[in-house]
Nanobody, 129 residues
Framework: QVQLVESGGGLVQPGGSLRLSCAAS????????IGWFRQAPGKETEGVSC????????HYADSVQGRFTISRDNAKNTVYLQMNALEPEDTAVYYC??????????????????????WGQGTQVTVSS
C-alpha cells in the first residue's frame, strides 16, 4: 500500500524553525519527484517547494525562498522540509506529495499540486506568539 505520512508540525513562535518529515512506504522515493504544498483556511492549496529526482533542480515559492529548504534521504525513504524564520503567514496544513517517474523527472519538478500522484494526510503548522 502506497503511503506518505507527514510529521513534525506544531505551534511555533514567529522567527522560529520546524522541520517537517514525510516518510514513504509501499514504494521507493528514489526516482520520484517530490513536493511540499500547504493550505491555509479559506485558501487554495499552494505549492511551497519541489525537487527533481536528482535534486539538481529545486523550486520554491517566492514567499518561502531563502527560508525553507527541501531535501530527501533515499536511504530512509523520507522527504524533509526545513522551515526557518517562520512567519504567521506560514500557518497552514502542510502536505507532502510524490510524482511517479516521468520523462522529465531528473531536471524539473512541477510546482503545482495537480501533477502529483501520491499525497500524505497533512500536518498542521501554526505560527503564533
Amino acid at each position: 500500500q502506497v503511503q506518505l505520512v507527514e510529521s513534525g508540525g506544531g505551534l511555533v513562535q514567529p522567527g522560529g524553525s520546524l522541520r517537517l518529515s514525510c516518510a514513504a512506504s509501499g514504494f521507493t522515493l528514489d526516482g520520484y519527484t517530490i513536493g511540499w504544498f500547504r493550505q491555509a483556511p479559506g485558501k487554495e492549496t499552494e505549492g511551497v517547494s519541489c525537487a527533481s529526482t536528482s535534486d539538481d533542480y529545486t523550486h520554491y515559492a517566492d514567499s518561502v525562498q531563502g527560508r525553507f529548504t527541501i531535501s530527501r534521504d533515499n536511504a530512509k525513504n523520507t522527504v524533509y522540509l526545513q522551515m526557518n524564520a517562520l512567519e504567521p503567514e506560514d500557518t497552514a496544513v502542510y502536505y507532502c506529495a510524490a510524482k511517479a517517474p516521468w520523462s522529465g523527472s531528473s531536471y524539473y519538478c512541477p510546482p503545482g499540486p495537480t501533477d502529483y500522484d501520491y499525497w500524505g494526510q497533512g500536518t498542521q503548522v501554526t505560527v503564533s506568539s
